[in-house]
């Protein structure tokens, strides 16, 4: 069974870091392009970070850029969004997902396993 299990979400501060992790299982990552999207409340969710399978090539978008950073351990087969300098527009629930493309991409169509998500709460 094809499986994707973040964890790490929780209440930060203004300014702070959080991790998170996704975990596979029934599947390996390393065919696979990841990513990290975000939805916050009354919009739609949006890509924040993806890394390909084929050359490491990262891609996140300007919202972001400067203070996530994604990265992968194939052996463990896990992937992680480090989150640094939060502010509370980050505020959202985080998903983690899989596809089969062999490129960075944010394209939400393109990615076919997803995990449940995991709440990021950016407040004072």
């Known amino acids: 069974q094809v499986q994707l299990v973040e964890s790490g979400g929780g209440l930060v501060q203004p300014g702070g870091s959080l991790r998170l992790s996704c975990s596979a299982s029934?599947?390996?990552?390393?065919?696979?392009?990841i990513g990290w999207f975000r939805q916050a409340p009354g919009k739609e969710r949006e890509g924040v970070a993806c890394?390909?399978?084929?050359?490491?090539?990262?891609y996140v978008p300007d919202s972001v850029k400067g203070r996530f950073t994604i990265s992968r351990d194939n052996a463990k087969n896990r992937f992680y969004l480090q989150m640094d300098s939060l502010k509370p527009e980050d505020t959202a629930v985080y998903y983690c997902?899989?596809?089969?493309?062999?490129?960075?991409?944010?394209?939400?169509?393109?990615?076919?396993?997803w995990g449940q998500g995991t709440q990021v709460t950016v407040s004072s």
């Open positions: 997902a899989a596809s089969p493309r062999t490129y960075e991409s944010v394209r939400i169509s393109e990615y076919d396993a």
């Open positions: 029934g599947f390996s990552l390393d065919s696979k392009t």
């Open positions: 890394i390909s399978n084929t050359d490491g090539e990262t």
